[in-house]
């Protein structure tokens, strides 16, 4: 079975300052896929990033980077410049190669302060 | 449509009662999925359709939980007899092929009283 966890239930972050989000996994499969999603009050998940477990290289996206740890099993997300925007549920998310569901952790609620 | 469309947005429902809600995916979307976001929590599978093959429903809490999806098309999440703990915003996406091109629905948010 796979189990994704994030041991940060808030989170708040001042206005054009850095943050990191957690995310730790447990699977036994050897490759798979991370995610990390966004949730605005719009209740409609949004992709903020993807890596590929069998790339070594952190997947970037503009303010958004990930540190992925595969030995660790750690996936986090760091927010750089944060923006009022950026304030949203953050889900971190499992899947493996040729599945078809996610796996998510509970939840990140992140506040961005002016 | 330009988005997956889901109806109603909101829905309460008396406790013993069935409710159904609906998923519009994007057009030419072969597969299609159910989850359930439970407050505090995050999104559970509930089915996957993937073209004309059988359905993987393996998430499906219990037999009072049915999805069907009528010509490749349009899915319908069927709960009968309602309980307050199926309270939860139920959230639908659809996918071209695997997890690329993966787009959620802004959800039903269903509560049952």
């Known amino acids: 079975a796979q189990t994704v966890t994030q041991s940060q239930p808030e989170m708040s972050v001042q206005e054009a300052e850095t943050v990191t989000l957690s995310c730790t996994y447990d699977?036994?499969?050897?490759?798979?896929?991370l995610f990390w999603y966004k949730q605005p009050p719009s209740r409609q998940m949004i992709l903020v990033i993807r890596q590929e477990a069998y790339k070594q290289q952190n997947a970037t996206e503009n303010r958004f980077s990930v540190n992925f740890q595969k030995a660790a099993k750690s996936f986090s997300l760091k927010i750089s410049d944060s923006q009022l925007g950026d304030t949203a549920m953050y889900f971190c998310a499992f899947m493996k190669h040729r599945g078809n569901q996610f796996y998510f952790g509970t939840g990140t609620s992140l506040t961005v302060i002016p | 449509g330009a988005g997956v469309s889901q109806s109603p947005s909101n829905k309460v429902t008396e406790k013993g009662k069935d409710v159904e809600l609906r998923c519009d995916p994007i057009?030419?979307?072969?597969?299609l999925y159910w989850y359930r976001q439970s407050l505090g929590q995050g999104l559970e599978f509930l089915i996957y359709f993937q073209g004309n093959s059988a359905p993987d429903k393996s998430g499906l809490p219990s037999d009072r939980f049915s999805a069907e999806r009528t010509g490749g098309s349009v899915s319908t999440l069927t709960i009968q007899r309602t309980q307050q703990e199926d309270s939860a915003v139920y959230l639908c996406?659809?996918?071209?092929?695997?997890?690329?091109?993966?787009?959620f629905g802004s959800g039903t948010r269903l509560t049952v009283v």
């Open positions: 057009s030419g979307h072969t597969a």
């Open positions: 996406a659809s996918s071209l092929e695997g997890l690329y091109g993966y787009t």
């Open positions: 699977t036994s499969e050897s490759n798979y896929y």
